[in-house]
């Protein structure tokens, strides 16, 4: 594992080699850091330096990385969608209930850590308010102070289970990114199996199964095939 100085030192020369214009340079000096760390900050400069030097696919894959860790990063968020702007498929999106959006972006638009240390405050002022009901106080403030308690509580329970949510979902969202130019989706998991449709480089896809050497995929239009394992990677 790489010690924790040698990659702070890494970091700060391939921040160096970016700022040179040598985003080679910076490219080899994050990848000796991302063996052993992941952030979002380097996950994102990786996105960066892949832009500069022209390489979609692995511009689109590092950006997508740095949101699972950091969700909400408005400069990550904006560079991806330029970058999906020249993929060259434009699939379009299956209509989503409006229930259904608004839950998915309110779980995403945090992080785990937001979740998680939210639903510690709570119980820890659930703690406190709690104290004055068993206190010699008046019986409106107990009453009071007792309801507040409950509610903190009931607030500290469901936080945490958006922090479990939203680490289920870095852990079981299972997406990848298309690498080989041009993909013929097929029917089945063979070579000599029928062809459904054709995608390209860049575009992003669900992974909902595998056999072998192969990956089921589901495209955001709701269409699915299969593709071989090579043509892309993991998220």
């Not at 379009?92 to 939210?118: C, D």
Request: charged letters at 20%; glycine letters at 2%; one cysteine or more.
């Amino acid at each position: 594992i790489l010690p924790l100085d040698s990659a702070q030192i890494y970091m700060q020369q391939a921040n160096k080699f970016y700022e040179a214009s040598e985003y080679t340079k910076a490219l080899e000096m994050y990848n000796k850091i991302e063996t052993d760390y992941r952030s979002p900050v380097l996950l994102y400069n990786m996105g960066n330096c892949y832009f500069k030097t022209g390489n979609l696919p692995e511009t689109i894959l590092y950006y997508e990385r740095s949101l699972k860790y950091d969700p909400e990063n408005e400069n990550t968020l904006a560079n991806l969608k330029q970058a999906n702007n020249l993929i060259t498929d434009d699939i379009q999106a299956m209509p989503e209930t409006a229930i259904s959006q608004w839950w998915h972006n309110f779980i995403r638009n945090k992080s785990i850590n937001f979740w998680a240390q939210l639903s510690i405050y709570l119980m820890v002022a659930s703690f406190f308010i709690l104290i004055l009901s068993i206190l010699k106080t008046t019986v409106f403030i107990r009453k009071f102070s007792t309801l507040v308690g409950i509610i903190l509580v009931i607030s500290a329970v469901f936080t945490f289970f958006l922090a479990r949510s939203a680490k289920n979902n870095i852990e079981n969202d299972n997406y990848a990114i298309i690498f080989t130019p041009k993909v013929d989706v097929m029917s089945e998991p063979k070579n000599d199996g029928s062809r459904l449709f054709v995608i390209h480089d860049g575009l992003k896809v669900d992974i909902v199964d595998e056999n072998n050497d192969w990956y089921e995929i589901k495209l955001v239009n709701g269409a699915l095939g299969w593709i071989k394992k090579e043509d892309c990677r993991v998220i």
